[in-house]
């Protein structure tokens, strides 16, 4: 069974850093299976979105132009464990942080998207004031 644990969120003034970290466990990396995660939040009255995600054991990283040249995505596969650089962070980052696995195809086009995950965490709050 899959566990995703996040930490590291928390309030930060504006133009301050935070990063986030997400545990993961339960689902072992093979190079004939890869697999996704990404970062997803939901600011409060909005619908959750895609931040940034990665391909696990190499590939590309994927942002959304929101956050592009201020968050970073990495991976630490020793320790399974993903994170989150937040840089430059403005009240609009405000939300709670999901952490989230695609154990399917995990097609590029659609990684910040919901429908390619199957695990997620039970999310950090991240507030910017």
């Known amino acids: 069974q899959v566990q995703l644990v996040e930490s590291g969120g928390g309030s930060v003034q504006a133009g301050g850093s935070l990063r986030l970290a997400c545990a993961q466990s339960?689902?072992?990396?093979?190079?004939?299976?890869?697999?996704?995660m990404g970062w997803f939040r939901q600011a409060p009255g909005k619908e959750r979105e895609g931040v940034a995600a990665?391909?696990?054991?190499?590939?590309?990283?994927y942002y959304a132009d929101s956050v592009k040249g201020r968050f970073t995505i990495s991976q630490d596969n020793d320790k399974n464990t993903l994170y989150l650089q937040m840089n430059n962070l403005t009240p609009e980052d405000t939300g709670v942080y999901y952490c989230?696995?695609?154990?399917?195809?995990?097609?590029?086009?659609?990684?910040?998207?919901?429908?390619?995950?199957?695990?997620w965490g039970q999310g950090t709050q991240v507030t910017v004031s």
């Open positions: 989230a696995l695609g154990g399917g195809y995990c097609y590029t086009s659609r990684l910040l998207t919901e429908i390619e995950y199957t695990d």
């Open positions: 990665v391909y696990i054991g190499g590939g590309s990283a």
């Open positions: 339960g689902y072992s990396y093979s190079t004939e299976r890869r697999y996704c």
